[in-house]
């Protein structure tokens, strides 16, 4: 058991690191330490306030103040002026609450969460769990507070669980999953930032003064801020230094507060967004906050990342394909858009068997009357004229032809142009007397209805089960306004966005376990919903609409900081680039796209019998290469955000074979040789690269140079295997 109780104190270990939780004498949560391993039988919390202008609770010890103290789950409304974890409202109008610890379990493995994607394990000897109960008596408020740490991985998931014990009701206005305070120093903090096509740029700052914060208004994680950042010591890079990285598991609006006063003793916290939230619980209610995901790495930014990778690959992703090679696909949507028919799908399809494509998907446009993006969101039926036959016939022509079939959907979305409209208008989420907003033409349906979960179980269901569809795209393509539900009574409306999301947790899970060997990705206009809530019910994701080769250094560099490469959605797409109106050439489109779930996306049956042979080719080695760019150790060799090459590497477990990736992000005449730095092999090991042999250690101290002229597109995939 990794969990002790001791002189007040709860140390939370393995290996190589700690986190400790002190129960003050006052019964209050003091945040002891978390980092490197450590024994800290003879530590408490430092108690010293010279500032009088922070009230305290006991006029005979000034010094102990939860204004200046580290607090490990801070309440609003007492002496602590910092950002609460936790802000409720009783129904005397109180606003002030003050959590006193009352009791603890500690427990083996790992236990669900209710409803909401988190992590897991296998079996309980590769966790322990720590619940601490707290509890304000007087406004009969319980929470809980759930730390599950690993024993072989540095991460530790934290949620919470408030209950209502009083026999009224209270209403929780912000309940954060984590919240850390660290201690005094410098430090800088990484957050993914972006925008449509332009996803998870990674930004770094140094932290200062006041409050910085990261967060989604939209009903959905976003592209705009991903839900996750680090806060890394002064000096911490991508291979030295204290990072201790937040992931939320969640796909609505989260947020992340970095917030540094007086003392600079940064409070650091994640969870659902307070933005317009309000969760009533009725006596005996209770409510479940997303899980938060920390990890802590002694060695920089590339141990984070791998540690997030591990854990979200082989114990977040769930299903049949969790752990097998995914199959290469093609899609038709930027090859055809809405414009297709059935003989051109199928010539699509002759190029790509004979190519050795594993997989057909059919994109938008094959139900209702869907020509164009005005229409037919929510007829789940199939269009037969348009598709010259049934669903199932097309996935037999496919099969046919060795190739799996899969299918696009949009579950989430209503047009008004819909038979369901016709029927159901009641269902798009709207502001009563006005008309909803707008967003690519289509309306959101309400998931926070039953009757609306329902009808797309059955109708998706309905599609799934009448033909060999092994694939399913799940797209949702707008951000949520005018959000009311008339089924949510007036003081339950703050909870909209977080019944929104949970109702779509219960869609996915139904669809999901109904068909376990579909393999399904989810898509929001690309990687609007790339969030590891998602990753739970589908274990890859569309990573960006963006499939420009040179964007996608960038996309998918800043997207490996916490997403594995084998939940990456990449395709080679056609030139002009359709998003940013780039030509690259095709070696260079197909090697990005390597580094991620590997496809197509353009019309195969145009291009020349050269470009199919180089197809051919790529395919072929893709095949040879995926099982380590999904299941290798990925080492970041140079950033593209601060130098003008992309360059990572996967080494496998058991480090006999690497594949090296670098490319030219932006290129500079007259330049040095690159001389690139490899990571993460066995020093002593002997490895073969064209005929030569050189050490694990020449490779990682020396390098490997790049005896060419820096030019634009240049680049290269280099495996390398130990002899
Ligand atoms: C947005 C997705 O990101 C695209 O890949 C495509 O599926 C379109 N939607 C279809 O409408």
Same mark, same amino acid.
């Given at each position: 058991m990794s969990i002790e109780f001791k002189n007040s104190k709860f140390h939370l270990f393995n290996n190589e690191m700690?986190?400790?939780?002190e129960v003050s004498p006052y019964n209050d949560l003091l945040h002891l330490y978390y980092g490197a391993k450590i024994t800290p039988d003879a530590l408490s919390v430092p108690c010293r306030c010279n500032n009088p202008f922070i009230p305290n609770h006991d006029e005979n010890n000034p010094s102990y103040t939860l204004g200046s103290l580290p607090c490990e789950y801070p309440t609003a409304g007492g002496a602590d002026f910092r950002s609460p974890a936790i802000e409720a409202e009783l129904p005397n109008g109180l606003r002030a609450i003050r959590l006193k610890y009352t009791g603890h379990e500690i427990l083996p493995g790992k236990p669900a969460l209710p409803g909401l994607p988190a992590v897991y394990t296998e079996s309980d000897a590769e966790a322990s769990t720590l619940k601490i109960i707290t509890e304000d008596e007087h406004a009969g408020i319980q929470v809980i507070?759930?730390?599950?740490?690993?024993?072989?991985?540095?991460?530790?998931?934290?949620?919470?669980?408030?209950?209502?014990?009083?026999?009224?009701?209270?209403?929780?206005?912000?309940?954060?999953?984590?919240?850390?305070?660290?201690?005094?120093?410098?430090?800088?903090?990484?957050?993914?930032?972006?925008?449509?096509?332009?996803?998870?740029?990674?930004?770094r700052n140094a932290v200062h003064k006041g409050i910085q914060g990261f967060e989604s208004r939209r009903g959905a994680s976003g592209h705009t801020e991903n839900p996750f950042i680090a806060l890394l010591e002064k000096g911490a890079g991508e291979d030295c230094g204290n990072v201790y990285g937040f992931s939320l598991v969640y796909s609505g609006n989260h947020r992340f507060v970095i917030e540094s006063e007086a003392f600079e003793t940064p409070r650091v916290q994640a969870g659902i967004n307070p933005f317009s939230f309000c969760y009533k619980l009725e006596e005996g209610e209770s409510l479940v906050t997303p899980e938060a995901v920390m990890v802590y790495s002694a060695s920089g930014l590339g141990e984070m990342s791998r540690t997030y990778h591990r854990l979200y690959r082989t114990r977040l992703c769930r299903g049949k394909y969790r752990d097998l090679p995914r199959p290469i696909l093609v899609n038709n949507w930027e090859g055809t858009y809405f414009n297709f028919t059935r003989e051109k799908l199928l010539s699509i399809a002759d190029s790509a068997a004979k190519i050795g494509v594993e997989l057909f998907v059919l994109d938008d446009g094959w139900f209702g009357e869907r020509d164009d993006d005005t229409t037919s969101l929510g007829d789940?039926?199939?269009?037969?004229?348009?598709?010259?036959?049934?669903?199932?016939?097309?996935?037999?022509?496919?099969?046919?032809?060795?190739?799996?079939?899969?299918?696009?959907?949009?579950?989430?979305?209503?047009?008004?142009?819909?038979?369901?409209?016709?029927k159901h208008p009641e269902w798009a989420i709207q502001i009563p007397g006005q008309k909803p907003h707008y967003s690519r033409h289509q309306f959101i349906l309400d998931y926070t209805r039953a009757d609306v979960r329902e009808y797309i179980v059955k109708t998706i269901s309905d599609v799934l089960s009448k033909a060999n569809i092994e694939y399913v795209k799940w797209d949702m393509n707008r951000n949520m306004s005018d959000v009311y539900s008339p089924q949510l009574a007036p003081d339950k409306q703050g909870e909209f966005y977080h019944r929104y999301i949970l109702g779509l947790y219960e869609v996915l899970e139904r669809i999901t376990s109904a068909f376990p060997d579909v393999l399904f990705e989810s898509c929001s206009g690309g990687g609007g919903r790339f969030d590891p809530g998602m990753l739970y019910y589908m274990p890859q994701c569309w990573t960006s609409d963006d499939t420009d080769a040179v964007e996608r250094l960038y996309i998918q560099y800043g997207t490996s900081l916490v997403y594995p490469a084998s939940s990456m959605g990449a395709h080679v797409s056609a030139v002009p680039n359709h998003q940013v109106g780039r030509i690259t050439p095709l070696s260079?489109?197909?090697?990005?796209?390597?580094?991620?779930?590997?496809?197509?996306?353009?019309?195969?049956?145009?291009?020349?019998e050269e470009e199919l042979a180089e197809m051919a080719e790529?395919?072929? =080695?893709?095949?040879? !290469?995926? @099982?380590?760019?999904?299941? +290798?150790?990925?080492?970041?060799?140079?950033?593209?955000?601060?130098? %003008?090459?992309?360059?990572?590497?996967?080494?496998?477990?058991?480090?006999?074979?690497?594949?090296?990736?670098?490319?030219?992000?932006?290129?500079?005449?007259?330049?040095?040789?690159?001389?690139?730095?490899?990571?993460?092999?066995?020093?002593? =090991?002997?490895?073969? !690269?064209? @005929?030569?042999?050189?050490? +694990?250690?020449?490779?990682?101290?020396?390098?490997?140079?790049?005896? %060419?002229?820096?030019?634009?597109?240049?680049?290269?995939?280099?495996?390398?295997?130990?002899?």
């Open positions: 700690s986190y400790v939780i507070l759930y730390y599950t740490i690993f024993e072989d991985i540095n991460a530790i998931c934290r949620h919470t669980e408030i209950k209502n014990k009083n026999n009224l009701y209270a209403y929780i206005r912000n309940a954060q999953s984590v919240s850390i305070d660290f201690p005094a120093g410098e430090y800088d903090y990484i957050h993914l930032s972006g925008a449509w096509a332009r996803e998870r740029h990674v930004e789940w039926f199939v269009n037969e004229k348009k598709l010259g036959g049934t669903i199932a016939s097309l996935a037999e022509e496919m099969n046919k032809r060795g190739l799996k079939f899969g299918l696009w959907f949009e579950p989430e979305m209503i047009s008004e142009r819909s038979r369901l409209y016709e260079m489109r197909a090697a990005v796209a390597m580094n991620g779930a590997f496809g197509y996306e353009l019309d195969l049956s145009k291009l020349p790529q395919i072929k =080695l893709y095949k040879k !290469i995926r @099982g380590i760019v999904s299941s +290798g150790n990925m080492y970041r060799l140079l950033d593209p955000f601060t130098s %003008r090459y992309a360059s990572w590497m996967y080494v496998s477990e058991d480090k006999k074979t690497a594949l090296v990736y670098y490319a030219v992000a932006r290129s500079k005449p007259v330049q040095p040789l690159l001389r690139i730095r490899l990571k993460g092999l066995d020093p002593d =090991l002997e490895y073969s !690269i064209d @005929g030569k042999l050189y050490t +694990g250690s020449t490779l990682m101290n020396y390098g490997i140079v790049i005896n %060419r002229d820096e030019h634009a597109y240049d680049n290269l995939l280099l495996e390398i295997h130990s002899v």
